[in-house]
């Protein structure tokens, strides 16, 4: 689907057809056709908006010419797959090519950061304005990992919660889909951060002379840095705290083995016991009417002094 948006009076406006100074956003549902036929009708490359489709293109910036830039960023999503060996979060791009008349982009998912701008929950917004638009697309980026962030912790925090109660399967295959979703995110901002450090040393998007757009920047690869350090570090204590958990789970199952261990030699003494008093042979105490409460004392006694020492050695 194709979309064209302007600002009018102070209001972003969905526009029929494509004008100066428009925003235009492709998102699925889509076909190649219609984007072959897209790119011949505004002289693009048509690599551009299919490299943005793949779920595995690195993030990277190109200058076609003068009158065209392309930029490429990763950017968080919730995985539309569900399955419990998938990650909870995912990274796809996205592709913003800069023209002179306009501003287009694409991605394969319906993306939550052009959601916002579509909605109007980003202030001071103008599609005519590119280079503070891609700025902000930048921002809301960055804004988009760390919230995603924040609720993969909260998350963890809540499973750890309930593994020290009980370690069930369940708890740990969430811990999972989050270490997955977080090993998404480090990989994907690191790209995005070394991608916007070269646009900086480029001065890709002609900011440098303009100290507001510059400071903005700024700000963004000071976000985004927060961010790879908040993914790395999370990464880290869950590695830990999965690591931990693997270890309690085995010394847990030891101690249940040597106390099943240690149960058996217990049963197992009284049972010998009472078994040579019932061999068809010449016995102590077989011609004693009190003999089977003997052979019980004895045995109870025998069970007392083995509870009794294997309490003392701490194995039971």
């Not at 287009?104 to 980003?122: M, P, Q, R, Y």
């Not at 295959?173 to 790209?191: D, G, M, P, T």
Request: proline share 4%; with cysteine.
């Amino acid at each position: 689907m194709i979309q064209f948006y302007a600002r009018e009076d102070g209001h972003l406006r969905q526009l029929q057809q494509a004008a100066a100074g428009c925003w235009i956003n492709l998102h699925p549902p889509f076909e190649q056709s219609e984007l072959e036929v897209f790119a011949a009708s505004k002289d693009i490359p048509l690599d551009y908006l299919t490299d943005s489709l793949d779920p595995d293109e690195r993030s990277r910036y190109e200058r076609w010419d003068e009158n065209l830039r392309f930029i490429l960023i990763q950017t968080p999503i919730l995985n539309p797959d569900e399955e419990a060996n998938q990650p909870i979060y995912i990274t796809v791009p996205i592709g913003l090519l800069i023209n002179p008349d306009f501003l287009l982009t694409v991605s394969a998912h319906e993306n939550t950061i052009l959601k916002k701008f579509i909605d109007g929950k980003v202030k001071n917004f103008n599609p005519a304005d590119t280079r503070s638009f891609i700025l902000q697309i930048l921002e809301q980026n960055v804004w988009s990992y760390l919230d995603s962030l924040k609720r993969l912790n909260l998350k963890r925090n809540l499973i750890e919660q309930e593994l020290y109660d009980s370690s069930r399967n369940a708890e740990l295959k969430q811990l999972l889909r989050i270490e997955k979703s977080l090993v998404y995110f480090v990989n994907s901002l690191s790209a995005n951060d070394l991608v916007k450090l070269k646009m900086k040393r480029t001065d890709f998007l002609n900011i440098s002379q303009d100290e507001d757009k510059a400071d903005l920047f700024e700000d963004i690869l000071i976000d985004n840095n927060q961010a790879l350090d908040m993914a790395n570090r999370h990464t880290n204590i869950l590695s830990g705290t999965m690591e931990a958990y693997a270890s309690i789970v085995s010394n847990n199952l030891n101690k249940f083995i040597q106390r099943l261990t240690v149960a058996t030699i217990i049963l197992m003494v009284p049972t010998l016991v009472a078994s040579f008093f019932g061999m068809n042979v010449s016995l102590p105490l077989a011609d004693k009417p009190m003999a089977f409460f003997y052979i019980l004392f004895v045995s109870g006694l025998l069970i007392v002094f083995l509870v009794w020492f294997f309490r003392r050695k701490q194995m039971f």
